[in-house]
DNA sequence: CTGCGTATACCTACTAGTAGGTAGGTTGTC
DNA sequence: GACAACCTACCTACTAGTAGGTATACGCAG
């Protein structure tokens, strides 16, 4: 799946993880040189500016989000399995540590002092989860296996935000089963008739 | 109620604004000082260190927050208006955009860069505001006016969860209506019985 | 009431280090 | 020889933080 990974990959995989750790401001491309092995100004012909970098990131996040959820429809076509999947998804990046938090979720955070440009991607994931999010349970809905009241919209936006926040618990407490916790009674209160 | 406010409440109050705005590496000191109308270098005589300003930042905010909830608790005795009333309180911050995030919720994002000191008081405003949600929860299924399935303790960190994350979501869109979207349905579910 | 010490609050001037970014040169490959 | 990829060397602006000076206010002894 993974091809000889360029150097230009290596920036972008690099930022990512910076990123996610502290944020568009939580990071410079000193850091990214160091563990690259390049120099500070070499990134520079990558990508000529920070918000461009950032940018491309973004997209190549959602480019890979995207190819994720449908992964997960291929496997899955229980729209409440479709959920469960999506969440232990989650929990598993958590748990490894491997990226323990969504890239637009912690850029939403730092919106106001976000370039333009990123604010516009970041927003675009958040439109195209909630989506996804909608249209899964507008199915289960309709099929009767899943049970809400309000617009499948309402309950999309609360399942995202429910998420979200969960991510933001764990990393709080220093507890990754703190995302478990928050989410598999969500899960549970969505897959059963009330 | 408010004295005659001293530069140091004003340091920490424009301090806190744009804490709010981008985070522990969002703004400098030269951003307080502009604002503050004083130089740099007089921020240093109240608060020797960064992490110095911004946890005594949160300890003040903290004891605001635990102000806050204990002035809730005389105004209203029915559990249910007591979530009530602390979901409008931030539905009004957002509104006004007077405080658009939750201090703690926004350095929780970005725990792993920031000072241990901060860490230590952002996680302890998480135990504080569970606790509390937790107790409302206690209370309010004891008397029969609140339902959920599980612990309260659970539904708390739940509760807890979904308001950060609505908070988030208010801010990726740009629209602060999207938290009363995310946190009315879920007053609702827990003041019907189901 | 004066004069003296002290503390607070602020200042100017400075430091070392880092930020993102640029100019222009070198190397290797098609 | 053209181009990509990378380099050295540099820039300006800004970062948190320090050193040392000044003005003002308060308490207190004479």
Redesign the interface.
């Known amino acids: 799946m993974a091809g000889p990974s360029t150097t230009s990959d290596e920036i972008l995989r690099c930022a990512r993880s910076l990123l996610i ?6 990071f410079s491309y000193a850091d990214i040189a160091k563990v690259v092995g390049i120099r500070n100004a070499s990134i520079h012909h990558h990508f000529p500016s920070k918000s461009d970098l950032v940018r491309t990131l973004i997209a190549r996040y959602r480019e890979e989000a995207e190819a994720g959820l449908a992964h997960l429809e291929r496997q899955f076509t229980n729209p409440a399995d479709r959920l469960r999947a999506y969440v232990s998804y989650w929990q598993a990046c958590i748990a490894d540590a491997s990226a323990p ?1 969504c890239v ?3 850029l ?6 976000l370039p333009e440009e990123v604010i516009l991607e ?2 675009a994931h ?1 439109r195209t989860l909630s989506a996804w999010l909608s249209s899964v349970l507008e199915s289960g809905a309709r099929q009767g296996s899943l049970h809400f ?2 617009t499948a919209k ?2 999309a ?2 399942f ?7 991510m ?2 764990a ?4 507890d990754a089963k ?1 995302f478990g ?2 989410t598999h ?2 899960l ?2 969505l897959a059963t008739r ?1």
Request: negative net charge; contains cysteine.
């Open positions: 750790e502290g944020g568009y401001n939580g938090f637009c979720a912690l939403a955070s730092q919106i106001p002092v970041v927003r958040f009241t309000g309402a309950e936006e609360a995202m935000a429910s998420v979200h926040g969960a933001l618990s990393r709080a407490y220093g703190m916790v928050i009674p969500l549970e209160r009330h």
